[in-house]
């Protein structure tokens, strides 16, 4: 408990210096604010009303705190482009995001792991030479570069990387959480079922971006639980287990991989919420309406309002996942939390 309570307390820190960067955002562009949400042109009215609209008179200290509780009630303004609330537009597009991020994470996973286990059974070997050799030169290509090969092998017309194909999902309703935690809590959790239960109806429209965001992927997780998996293999208790007789296979799986896994689960989640900004480019290409594409959108359209909320949605997203990440890191290996809520 005292663990969990010191990472809180950090996690609260962090999340407030997010925030306060993210607003920071239009007071340190050059030019007036008021002038430059009125596209740089706006009439006198315009410019007025905006400044009356975000209190741009008041002390910067006071505009932050008000600006934080319309925040944290999921009051992030308003679009420029259609008047669309920015809450709004982020829970309509990112449920798109986390299916591409799944459905690249699995893949990811689903071959890398295998390889390791490959690897780490016959370090040196023939298939370990030659999976690494692949993976590190499949790691060379830019994913906006894989995009565009896949696309010519797998064309659009067979409805695979193709957007029209995609199955729409519920928007979350990130509106106003703190209204209402307990039903805030609920919806969310009952929309779960029906997110995951899109992700089959989506496979085809998802595959080609996910692999492309995968295959950068593959070769980080092959070479380092390959790594780990082989300093495991090396422990004393290992040696114990192949002196008592145990099968190969079950000393890997069941001695030496969950050890070996806690580097593993630290970098799945880093790139989790690194790649969440790392879709703008894919989404763009394969036109899929996601937070990608929506920050894209608002960048080209001057949109500042919009790209203001988008950073801090992805912000404030790769904050949570390296904190529930320490968290598992910390529960896989009792030493960590034990040795850090001593000290």
């Given at each position: ?74 009051d992030l303004g308003s679009s420029a482009r259609n008047a669309q609330p ?57 994913n906006f570069v894989m995009a565009m090969l896949l696309i010519w092998i ?17 928007p979350l309703d990130i509106t106003n959480p703190f209204a209402n935690p ?162």
């Amino acid at each position: 408990m005292r663990f969990f309570v010191r990472k809180l307390a950090q996690l609260v820190v962090v999340l407030l210096l997010v925030t306060f960067f993210s607003y920071l955002m239009l007071e340190l562009l050059p030019g007036d604010t008021a002038e430059r949400l009125c596209a740089g042109g706006g009439t006198e009215e315009c410019v007025a009303q905006k400044r009356a609209e975000l209190n741009l008179d008041d002390p910067l200290p006071v505009r932050y705190v008000r600006w934080l509780g319309g925040a944290v009630t999921g009051d992030l303004g308003s679009s420029a482009r259609n008047a669309q609330p920015v809450t709004d537009a982020l829970g309509e597009r990112m449920p798109v995001t986390l299916s591409l991020l799944l459905y690249s994470q699995f893949i990811a996973l689903i071959i890398a792991v295998p390889l390791a286990f490959a690897a780490a059974r016959r370090a040196g070997g023939a298939l370990d030479r030659g999976s690494s050799a692949t993976l590190f030169m499949l790691l060379a290509v830019p994913n906006f570069v894989m995009a565009m090969l896949l696309i010519w092998i797998f064309p659009v017309t067979l409805n695979i990387g193709n957007a029209s194909g995609y199955t729409p999902v519920t928007p979350l309703d990130i509106t106003n959480p703190f209204a209402n935690p307990i039903t805030f809590v609920t919806d969310l959790i009952s929309s779960i079922p029906q997110f995951i239960g899109s992700l089959p109806a989506n496979f085809f429209s998802l595959l080609i971006p996910a692999v492309c965001l995968a295959v950068a992927e593959m070769a980080v997780y092959m070479r380092l639980l390959r790594t780990d998996l082989i300093a495991t293999l090396q422990e004393d208790y290992i040696a114990m287990a192949r002196a008592k007789g145990m099968p190969p296979r079950r000393v890997l799986l069941g001695h030496a991989f969950k050890p070996s896994t806690f580097s593993l689960i630290t970098i799945i989640g880093l790139n989790f919420g690194r790649l969440i900004g790392g879709t703008i480019i894919l989404e763009v290409i394969f036109g899929l309406n996601g937070l990608g594409g929506y920050t894209y959108a608002a960048i080209q359209g001057q949109d500042y309002i919009a790209v203001q909320g988008a950073v801090l949605l992805i912000a404030i997203f790769y904050v949570m996942i390296n904190f529930i990440v320490d968290l598992l890191y910390a529960a896989l290996d009792p030493r960590i939390r034990h040795a850090r809520a001593i000290a």
